[in-house]
């Protein structure tokens, strides 16, 4: 590893992760459903030299319930398609990657596949993807396909709901399977514009995925060549070891959640415990950035009413701190971090102009981007397809 | 007098589509797509349309080679080019199918909203086994039913659109009110869809965005005369479209609808040159890209509904009669001849009369560009046919990716403004406006 291959995201949600962030005075609430918004978060995260964003999404509206809605107007409720978002923002930016989360459990591979080798083009090989399962039963309420009994915080070890977590991510597993096999179902060389022979492609160099599984089946080949990266990032964010071997077995970037350097650690292991070597592992951390960041901090939760509770861990700092945090935490095996900003744009500009200046003084971020595509700037070899010279 | 409305169609994966031609480009570079939207836009055209298909066409069970083939994520691209674009529409084909209506009011109005209320929708209803062999749901629905599940799927997601009042995004901090009480509240009980909860996505600017319809049948022509905003149509020719035009004008008064709530656009493609006679010189070149010689052969293949590979395209008609049975060689797309034993009665007394090989029968009786002229010719076809109620005006499909459409806007669309029959400046910012739709809902 060299001294600056450090990398760095943001995870990108309305005004921000803190649940009141909204009513910052620094927030933009009213901005949430406008396109500017959204490219002014992104071209701020290219200007610090992230290597990329990722954008939430989910099919429900947002809940401090994992059973439901829970009625409250005074966070932030309603979302934009993920997906759509980053192909609005690409042709705004020129290197950063662009990841929406997209979920497995209600979508058809088929269109969620094109959808990414889309983004891709129109991104000049920018896109990635975060694989994301639905647990909740609002969410298959809106499809009407199938029940979902819905998971409870109270009760995840119960066994119904073990088999349902497993469930949901072996179907994840298909659906990234499919979704990989359909990015490679063209070969690079399969449009050959042969005027003689009357040809616009080669169709040996064209493959059915034949993909069977217990949830669907799909033939293909895509009705999209294969994309600029060949495979786009696929990332997963995982909290247990179900999650984790999925991450591991499909993923090309995972986002753990230790609260400090010695559970880091612990993940780390169990997680390179499934065998997968270059797999990219990011912790993720809530991040309330600058001199004020405590007082700040302070002033949310009493709005909300609650202090700010979160899977991930939650940092309150200077950028000085912020870096020796993340140095810290590194050393357990972190290839990088995903940082949820609290509030937006506030903490991710306490990012991209306090932290970022602050790790390129120290030695371990770029000062400049070196390549042009997000599998790049991972320092991720654009893959053969697998079915290349399979004729 | 009326004002023609024009869309621009992305050349598509078809024959028309030239892909042999030194300035042919990618048909799949972001590049290629921002090229022909900006020419659009600079014409003052209404909107951009990209057309689907979601399995690759395959001919005698081998995917079809000889076309071009590939495309991206219409939605996709679309919010792509709502970066680089201010007022066009820009209008998707999404299927009623093998799609969820949650999912597709979704992403609609995330367009609707990211381009500033320029969201369309060509809402098309294959349903085949084939196609369906790409998704969860298969080959379920019966052909009966795609107009049950299209009607439905569209009211539902218009149930959706609507489950955000206009006031229901507050952003009010001081008060600390994000969204009104019960906010994208909604539920659907109907055969094809049963579902409730909320939806994630505020009110966009359109509302709805624009719906247009592409279905032929005495079905299709229903749903779009009770529903529809503009059709896509294929009856290009003066006589015929002014034929279709009645037939649906007349349906809408019975669904309680204006004859100016419902545009009709068919698809027509277009060769230009400085002489009627270089146009015509064009006209003719460009078919003989269009129709290879192996492109003759399939062509001739989809109405025979046998494999003919074996036929030299110089040569003449097969003496064997078209395979009538129900069974197609064709899959991923229309059948396109609905009595082939007289089609092809018609096609050998023509090649006789003519003395035409396979070939040149075949760019005789498919596909001709329905204008061809100098400037001034097309333009005064372009409104004849609007004034005389063939067409409200049209979806041109240029033959070539991406500069198919630049010779249009630099030469037909001054004249057409010039005879104050189309916009001179964009006047609306939404598609809506710009089709005097926007209090039709
Ligand atoms: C001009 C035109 C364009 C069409 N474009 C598409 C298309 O891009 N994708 C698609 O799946 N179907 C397309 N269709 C098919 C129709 O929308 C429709 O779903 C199909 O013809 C079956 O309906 P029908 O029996 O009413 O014609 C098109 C039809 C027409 C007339």
Redesign the pocket.
Known sequence: MSAASLHLAVALDGAGWHPAAWRDPAALPKDLFTAAYWAGLVTEAEHGLLDFVTIEDSLALQSTRLEGPDGRVDQVRGRFDAALVASRIAPLTSRIGLVPTITTTHTEPFHVASALATLDYVSGGRAGWRAQVSGRSTEAAHFGRRDIPGLRLESLDDPETVRLIRELFDEAADAVEVVRRLWDSWEDDAVIRDVPTGRFIDRDRLHYIDFEGSRFSVKGPSIVPRPPQGQPLVTALAHARVPYEFAARSADVVYITPHDAEQARAIVEEVRGFGNDVLKIFADLVVYVGEDARERKARLDELDGADHASDAAIFTGTPGELADLILDWRRAGLDGFRLRPAVLPADLGAITRGLVPELQRRGVFRTAYEAATLRGHLGLPRPAGRYAGSR | MKQVILAAHFPGVNNHTVWSDPASGSQIDFAAFAHLARTAERGKFDFFFL????RLREQRGRIHDLDVVGRPDALTVLAALAAVTDHLGLAA?I?ATFNEPYEVARKLATLDHLSGGRAGW?I???SDAFTGENFRRGGFLDYSQ??ERAEEFLRTARELWDSWAEEDLVADPVAGTFAAEGAGAFAHHGAQFDIGGHFTVPRSPQRYPLTI?????E??REFAASTADAI???HSTLEAGQAFYRDIKSRLAGHGRSPDSLKILP?VTFALGDTDAEAQENADHIRRQQVSPQTAILLLEQLWNRDLSSYDADGPLPAIDPDVSEDSIIKGR?RMYRDPLKTAAEWRALAEAKRLGIRDLIIEVTGRQSFIGSPARVAEEINEFVQTDAADGFILVPHLTPAGLDGFVDKVVPLLQERGVFRAEYETNTLRGHLGLENDL
């Open positions: 057309a689907d298909g979601q084909t299927n060509n098309v209803t294959s795609r107009y319809q592409a279905g032929d049948s079905e299709g896509f149509s294929r698809g229309a």
